[in-house]
């Protein structure tokens, strides 16, 4: 552990300039073993299957092969049909998006309750809720399954939709909570006193400082509702299944010989949406991971 | 700004409950509803449908009984201990040496998280690409001239654990050492300071003064990192499938697959709620300290 920059005494400027070379050498190498895997991944995915059985997995492409892609898109097989991952790209958007609006605008409700009308019971059952973000989603598979059965929505994306808003509502409400809790209540109180209602002090004076936390919440549900698979695979049907579920079929599908440029092409293509939003949004990423790891 | 509404005045009082309502039906029912049904079910002989023929505690019974199970037990053992280990061991160490005033920074630290955005779906696919013995890891090795090299750990039933704590590794490494970073630049700054002033080197500052302000930091990495580690299912399913046989799997994919697939959902159920057990027994105590923690505040 070198901390150089505290060291101050001139005849150690030599070690300390070794030191600091040392120190950039770790971090950059460090930096390429995570960058490596992707890299490969997509180097993989512009060969030809010739060349990925005779090269190694760091040889370049001799040729820009985009052929895995087209065909990942449309016309890899994923179980018994093969029209690649591009029908189940639809559904994953048909599942995220209406999850994410919703799951949103009921956490933002509650959070707004949870901190500015709180009333008898509300804090047990945020307690309540808080540990409902922490169960192991095993403990309610079976019986949200036979729900989804009763409701008429089994092996539907309205099915996948309701799950996930109902799973999400923790988090998101959590988010908001904490975030309105920072919000002084005398404002609040200032314009109940002048006779403003519940919902115009929301519109009014809670909504428009909201647009942090909203971001955080909408990037915090898309990247956990699209990279979902348990709820994916245990709830859909043939036609509704995520991306997710799609890409595992994809990889395990294999008539005669395995393609791994279809696979990786498929992989990339199934990361790409969650990775944009992070290169984009990264700020606002970090701070919804740590925003739902530290509790407040 | 807000215009005078008397009658809202009155809706004021039911109104936010009215619209809580919707959630606190949701979480009773769907949430710890469900959670008594699953662990009704496992107490009962359930088989392709849920029945309710009490049977005791005999499906925990058979469940302790069953190698599978045990075997997914132990893997959760070694996984989630080399996995936790590994990922806060890693997260503090980049973490202290990214908060050296590090040029690029930000890049840096943007690539170290990259993966925690991706779907363990598509790390499982990736890594199963990178490990598979035939063209993946190892081939490349022996074609660079090291001609011995063998790495089959992916086929190799007692080796297959470590290829889930690699992928696992590189995917959540990188997320523990932004938390651990933003612990970093939370610690008082004058305490430092007076430590170096008197006399204290780097090392010793580190050791005194810096680490041991980390620990609730290093609290909420070891509970989230055993959440994951408890909840691992994905990763399983697109790296190993539990293979080769049955030596790769955690207990999500036991319970997965006796209840989906092999109609046994009494056990299925058991197994569920000895997951909900392990999760409870790692939350209670990290709940408990962290409200006596706010109370002294």
């Not at chain 1, 294999?254 to 990361?271: L, W």
Request: net charge positive.
């Amino acid at each position: 552990m070198t901390n150089v920059s505290l060291s101050t005494r001139p005849q150690k400027s030599m070690v300390a300039t070794s030191l600091r070379i040392a120190l950039y050498t770790v971090l950059l190498s460090v930096a390429a073993l995570y960058l490596l895997p992707f890299a490969i991944m997509l180097i993989t995915s512009l060969k030809d299957v010739e060349e990925i059985r005779t090269g190694t997995l760091l040889s370049l492409p001799s040729t820009l092969d985009f052929s895995a892609w087209g065909k990942a898109w449309s016309s890899a097989c994923t179980g018994s049909t093969c029209d690649g991952i591009a029908p189940f790209f639809t559904n994953s958007f048909q599942i995220v998006v209406p999850a994410v609006i919703i799951s949103t605008v009921l956490g933002a409700l509650n959070g707004y309750v949870l901190s500015m009308w709180k009333f008898r019971g509300s804090e047990i059952f945020f307690a309540a809720l808080l540990i409902g973000c922490f169960i192991p989603f095993q403990v309610i598979l079976l019986p949200m399954a036979r729900t989804l059965g009763w409701l008429g929505i089994a092996n539907t994306t309205s099915g996948l939709v309701f799950v996930h808003v109902v799973y999400g509502i923790a988090f998101t409400t959590l988010f908001f909570r904490n975030f309105y809790q920072a919000i002084p209540s005398e404002l609040v109180k200032a314009a109940r006193l002048d006779g403003a209602g519940f919902f115009t002090i929301f519109r009014r004076i809670i909504l428009p400082l909201s647009t942090p936390i909203i971001v955080v919440t909408i990037i915090w549900q898309f990247t956990q509702i699209w990279n979902d698979f348990l709820f994916g695979v245990a709830f859909s049907g043939f036609d509704t299944q995520p991306v997710t579920v799609a890409l595992n079929n994809l990889v395990n599908t294999s008539f005669g010989g395995k393609e791994y440029n279809v696979d990786m092409a498929a992989a990339i293509m199934a990361a790409l949406p969650t990775l944009i939003v992070y290169v984009l949004a990264g700020k606002y990423f970090v701070r919804g991971l740590t925003a739902g790891a530290v509790k407040g | 700004m807000i215009t005078k509404n008397a009658p809202r005045f009155t809706l004021a009082d039911w109104l936010p409950k009215l619209v809580m309502a919707p959630t606190v039906v949701v979480t009773l029912v769907c949430m710890y509803g469900y959670m008594i049904w699953t662990g009704v079910l496992s107490l009962t002989n359930s088989r392709m449908l849920p029945s309710y023929d009490f049977v005791g505690l005999s499906q925990y019974e058979r469940l302790f009984n069953n190698d599978r199970w045990l075997v997914a037990l132990a893997n959760l053992g070694l996984f989630g201990g080399l996995f936790i280990g590994i990922c806060l061991c890693l997260g503090v160490i980049l973490a202290i040496f990214l908060d050296q005033k590090i040029r690029n920074e930000g890049a840096i630290r943007t690539i170290y998280l990259y993966p925690m955005a991706i779907s363990f779906i598509v790390t499982g696919t990736a890594w199963k690409w990178l490990l598979n013995p035939t063209n993946g890891l190892e081939k490349m090795m022996i074609d660079l001239g090291f001609e011995q090299f063998t790495f089959d750990w992916l086929v190799n039933p007692d080796k297959v654990v470590y290829c889930l704590v690699i992928a696992a590794v590189w995917q959540a490494s990188g997320f523990i050492m932004a938390l651990f970073l933003a612990g970093l630049r939370g610690v008082d700054g004058d305490l430092i300071k007076a430590a170096q002033l008197d006399g204290a080197g780097t090392f010793t500052t580190y050791r005194r003064i810096v680490l041991p302000s980390l620990k609730p930091v290093f609290f909420s990495a070891l509970v989230i990192l055993a959440h994951i580690a408890i909840k691992s299912f994905d990763l399983v399913a697109a790296l190993t499938n539990g293979g080769p046989g049955y030596s790769s799997d955690l207990p999500a994919n036991f319970m997965y697959a006796h209840t989906f697939t092999r109609s046994q959902i009494g056990l299925g159920s058991a197994s569920a709620i000895v997951m909900l057990g392990c999760v409870l027994a790692i939350l209670i105590p990290y709940l408990y300290s962290e409200l006596r923690g706010q109370r002294h505040d």
